[in-house]
């Protein structure tokens, strides 16, 4: 597609649930991030895709948070037993290549209310 | 950590130029400066970036000093639409130490007509 896509825009779930979050990138891009803002605040890396190579999961906060990027395209992100505190804006985004300078393009993202 | 700091906010006057700093004093010599922005409930924008040569785009004007401790990204006729927070970053753009992008607080920038 033209941009990156990220499904759903909005999710509301009831805290301990789990969710998954979904990323489709730019095609052809094959670096992919994960971002999260929570309200009022920057953005935080969570983790980063490239290729076939081992991905960057240094931003995951916790073991109830994992990522897969399946066939190096689209990319989900799963939260487990979810917490008030992941409420926030997951932004995905997608570049050509790792390290070539060039900018990320990100999605509109997806809005998580945990209740 | 970000590496960078930016004043938390600006105002400017629509149509005049929008001049935003950006301190980055222990930037390496490997580390490009980029900018994006992020327009109220909407995914960061690219805007420009540069290494050590001053860069121009159609969107803005990138300004990096000789020792490249600082940059200002200028936004030659400012409208309300450019009213946004503007992030300064530094990256390795090269090799596997490259990728994340590392966000700080931005300057929120107010376009007043």
């Known amino acids: 597609g033209a941009g990156v896509s990220q499904s759903p825009s909005n999710k509301v779930t009831e805290k301990g649930k789990d969710v998954e979050l979904r990323c489709d990138p730019i095609?052809?891009?094959?670096?992919l991030y994960w971002y999260r803002q929570s309200l009022g605040q920057g953005l935080e890396f969570l983790i980063y895709?490239?290729?076939?190579?081992?991905?960057?999961k240094s931003g995951l906060p916790s073991d109830r948070f994992s990522a897969e990027r399946t066939g190096g395209s689209v990319s989900t992100l799963t939260i487990q037993r979810t917490q008030q505190e992941d409420s926030a804006v997951y932004l995905c985004a997608s570049s050509r290549q790792l390290g070539t300078g060039y900018g990320y393009t990100f999605g509109s993202g997806t809005r998580l209310t945990v209740v | 950590d970000a590496k960078t700091t930016q004043p938390t906010s600006m105002d400017c006057a629509e149509g005049r130029a929008a001049n935003l700093p950006c301190n980055h004093s222990t930037i390496s010599g490997n580390e490009y400066v980029y900018w994006y922005r992020q327009i109220h409930s909407q995914g960061p924008q690219y805007i420009i970036h540069g290494l050590k040569n001053n860069e121009t785009n159609e969107m803005a004007s990138l300004i990096i000093t000789e020792d490249r401790k600082s940059s200002t990204l200028i936004l030659p006729h400012a409208t309300l639409r450019d009213t946004a927070v503007y992030y300064c970053?530094?990256?390795?753009?090269?090799?596997?130490?490259?990728?994340?992008?590392?966000f700080g607080q931005g300057t929120e920038l107010s376009v007043k007509p």
């Open positions: 095609s052809g891009h094959t670096a």
């Open positions: 970053i530094v990256r390795v753009a090269t090799g596997n130490q490259g990728g994340k992008l590392i």
């Open positions: 895709f490239q290729g076939n190579s081992a991905p960057d």
